[in-house]
Structure formats: C-alpha cells, structure tokens
Nanobody, 121 residues
Framework: QVQLVESGGGLVQAGGSLRLSCAASGRTFSSYYMGWFRQAPGKEREFVAA????????YYADSVKGRFTISRDNVKNSVYLQMNSLKPEDTAVYYC??????????????WGQGTQVTVSS
C-alpha cells in the first residue's frame, strides 16, 4: 500500500503559477504510476496528468496541456504538478493518485486527501 499527502495549494491570480507536491510513504514508490486529478464544485472528478514509473512517459488532459507539467523524484518518493498560466476554471481540489498499472481516466485505488487550488480572475 501507499499513503499520499498533497501540499502546495492556495489562492493565486489568473496567469499565476503554483507547484503542487505529493509525498508518498512506502518503499516501492518507483513501482507506481502517479497521477493528478481535480474536482471542481458541482462537477465530477477529472483526470489532469499522469507519469510512468520512471518518469519517461507523461500524459495530460487537453485542458492543461502546455500549461501544466508533471514530474517525479523516486529518491524523495514525491510527485509534483507545476501549474503555469492558471485560469479561473482550474479552481478545484487537486488529488494525488497512485496505481500499479497505468492511471487511466479513473485513477488507481490510492488517493490523497486533496489540496485546494483557487484561481481568482
């Protein structure tokens, strides 16, 4: 199993940047695909980005492609989401996710508690 703890959320103006972090427990972090999802008020949770075990492959939702970058550090057992050119529609609770296989659009069984990102116009 793996426990996930997100951090780095906050309030930012449109056009600004934030960097989310997700710290994972356990000694097998490098054997998990990692991903980020988000859920805005009144909407379903949606896929944002994912990264393969080694970090060699990354995947993004069309809505964030070119603005967000996912990365991981298997020594620090952490995954990151660098968010640039933020828009008000990026406002959501962002969740870290882990899966032994590829993340897909539904995510794996392991979730963090979420971190709030609010983008003001």
């Amino acid at each position: 199993q793996v426990q996930l703890v997100e951090s780095g959320g906050g309030l930012v103006q449109a056009g600004g940047s934030l960097r989310l972090s997700c710290a994972a427990s356990g000694r097998t972090f490098s054997s998990y695909y990692m991903g980020w999802f988000r859920q805005a008020p009144g909407k379903e949770r949606e896929f944002v980005a994912a990264i393969s075990w080694s970090g060699g492959s990354t995947y993004y939702a069309d809505s964030v492609k070119g603005r967000f970058t996912i990365s991981r550090d298997n020594v620090k057992n952490s995954v990151y989401l660098q968010m640039n050119s933020l828009k008000p529609e990026d406002t959501a609770v962002y969740y870290c996710n882990a899966n032994r296989e590829s993340i897909g659009t539904m995510g794996g069984p392991y979730w963090g508690q979420g971190t709030q990102v609010t983008v003001s116009s």
